[in-house]
């Protein structure tokens, strides 16, 4: 994977995305500790989208890392 031929503002970016949906993971795991009552499902489903989003950008920037080496 070479960097070369790609914006080097994409990096960035999907280094803030890491950080905010680390952010909003977090934020639906403590909603459902609490217990919200109705909205239990609308955070446990937040959580898994937002998990899963985490682990594909994460993913990205680990194999982006990775590369240069």
Not at 13 to 21: F, K, M, P
Not at 35 to 54: E, H, I, K, P, S
């Amino acid at each position: 994977m070479d960097d070369s031929g790609m914006p080097r503002f994409r990096r960035i970016w999907s280094t803030i995305q890491v950080g905010v949906l680390a952010a909003a993971v977090l934020f639906c795991v403590v909603m459902l500790v609490i217990g919200q009552g109705d909205l239990d499902r609308v955070y446990a489903v937040g959580a898994v989208f937002f998990g899963l989003a985490l682990v594909g950008h994460a993913t990205y920037l680990w194999l982006l890392a990775r590369a240069r080496r």
